[in-house]
């Protein structure tokens, strides 16, 4: 799925983690409550 969102299917391993890593801040301090951590799971 990365691959297909990102458009990441010509990165090595090592540039699509550096890709993530520029998102990563923002995706976790947006991501809707049912995906975060301290949920409970049901």
Aim: glycine share 0%.
């Amino acid at each position: 799925m990365l691959e297909k969102y990102f458009q990441a299917d010509n990165l090595m391993v090592e540039q699509t983690e550096e890709l993530l890593k520029i998102f990563a801040n923002y995706v976790n301090a947006h991501k809707p409550k049912k995906f975060k951590d301290d949920q409970p799971n049901n």
